[in-house]
T-cell receptor
Framework: KAGVTQTPRYLIKTRGQQVTLSCSPI?????VSWYQQTPGQGLQFLFE???????NKGNFPGRFSGRQFSNSRSEMNVSTLELGDSALYLC????????????FGQGTRLTVV | SQELEQSPQSLIVQEGKNLTINCTSS?????LYWYKQKYGEGLIFLMM?????EEKSHEKITAKLDEKKQQSSLHITASQPSHAGIYLC???????????FGTGTRLTIIP
């Protein structure tokens, strides 16, 4: 069974640009959640999608958005990039929404210059 | 704010020795996850605990959730270089978030 796939693995963008990251969950999983990891703030929850609906959103500005498609694949978008958006972005997939095992992808390393 | 504290923050252990990492919560845990992360990479799922007093083992790693469901420990027996990395505990469904993570414990194994 294939694991969680995130693309691309690495990205370099310039301040002010926008970026789209992709996450393909494990087959049959309908829940996808996104996290930002930085040395200073650790791992922080961005948002969660289940069956194409956003269930929860973390404390991030509106520049961070996401969506989920009917095949459960998810994308997150960051507009008007800032230097502070440089981070490792991780997505996790799980079969359900509560107390179900959550499996992570390898992450996308975003560098904003 | 982070209400899931891990201790110690870093740990240096000689190969072959046992070690324990703790994860303490300010409130009841309804689902507690343990993950391992190699630097700059994704999180590897280790175990999920849900019931008070629950204990799970996989190879040389054992995780426990106390009866009050406010503290979990991760114990590694006869540590190996492959155990090196950052260990993270995560609480399920705090503040509506899918996972709220602890501060992490960086484990170094010395040959």
């Amino acid at each position: 069974k294939a694991g969680v796939t995130q693309t691309p693995r690495y990205l370099i963008k310039t301040r002010g640009q926008q970026v789209t990251l992709s996450c393909s969950p494990i087959s049959g999983h309908r829940s996808v959640s996104w996290y930002q990891q930085t040395p200073g703030q650790g791992l922080q929850f961005l948002f969660e999608y289940f069956s194409e609906t956003q269930r929860n959103k973390g404390n991030f500005p509106g520049r961070f958005s996401g969506r989920q498609f009917s095949n459960s694949r998810s994308e997150m978008n960051v507009s008007t990039l800032e230097l502070g958006d440089s981070a490792l972005y991780l997505c996790a997939s799980s079969a359900g929404t509560v107390n179900t095992e959550a499996f992570f992808g390898q992450g996308t390393r975003l560098t904003v210059v | 704010s982070q209400e899931l504290e891990q201790s110690p923050q870093s740990l240096i252990v000689q190969e072959g020795k046992n070690l324990t990492i703790n994860c303490t919560s300010s409130k009841t845990l309804y689902g507690l996850y343990w993950y391992k992360q190699k630097y700059g990479e994704g999180l590897i799922f280790l175990m999920m605990l849900q019931k008070g007093g629950e204990e799970k083992s996989h190879e040389k790693i054992t995780a426990k959730l106390d009866e009050k469901k406010q503290q979990s420990s991760l114990h590694i027996t006869a540590s190996q270089p492959s155990h090196a990395g950052i260990y993270l505990c995560g609480a399920d469904r705090w503040f509506g978030e899918k996972l709220t993570f602890g501060t992490g414990t960086r484990l170094t194994i010395i040959p």
